[in-house]
């Protein structure tokens, strides 16, 4: 699916079952929930906190899918496409960065 069907995805849902939107500032906090979420599994998961019993049946996929859902609903609410603005988006990062990340010794294995 392409980034605007699932814009549309979100915006079909929200008007079947979720009633509206929740607004905007509302949503900004639950995307900064939901991105905490995920920030924990990683931490714990991948990095170097110990997982808690109750943290190792959670689904990393479910939890950044939430983030996806929220961040989806911002774009509806505020008239954003962001399939063009992913593009114009790496677009800038290109020719920002066309050689940095290549010249940066740091990444070097």
């Given amino acids: ?3 605007t069907e699932a814009q549309k ?3 079909n ?7 509206r939107y929740f607004n905007e500032l509302t949503n900004m ?5 939901e991105v905490g979420e995920v920030a924990r599994i990683i931490a714990r998961r991948y990095g170097e906190q110990s997982e808690k019993e109750s943290d190792k049946d959670k ?3 479910d939890e950044m899918a939430d983030v996806l859902f929220v961040l989806l609903c911002l774009a509806n609410q505020t008239n954003t496409d962001l399939e063009s603005s992913l593009k114009k988006n790496l677009e800038k990062k290109t020719k920002r960065d066309f ?3 290549q010249k940066n ?5």
Avoid: P, Q, S
């Fill in 99 to 101: 050689d940095r990340h």
């Fill in 29 to 33: 906090a639950m995307l900064t929930e």
């Fill in 1 to 3: 699916m392409t980034i």
């Fill in 13 to 19: 849902w929200i008007k079947e079952y979720g009633v």
């Fill in 9 to 11: 995805l979100v915006d």
């Fill in 105 to 109: 010794t740091k990444l070097k294995e």
């Fill in 59 to 61: 689904d990393l996929g």
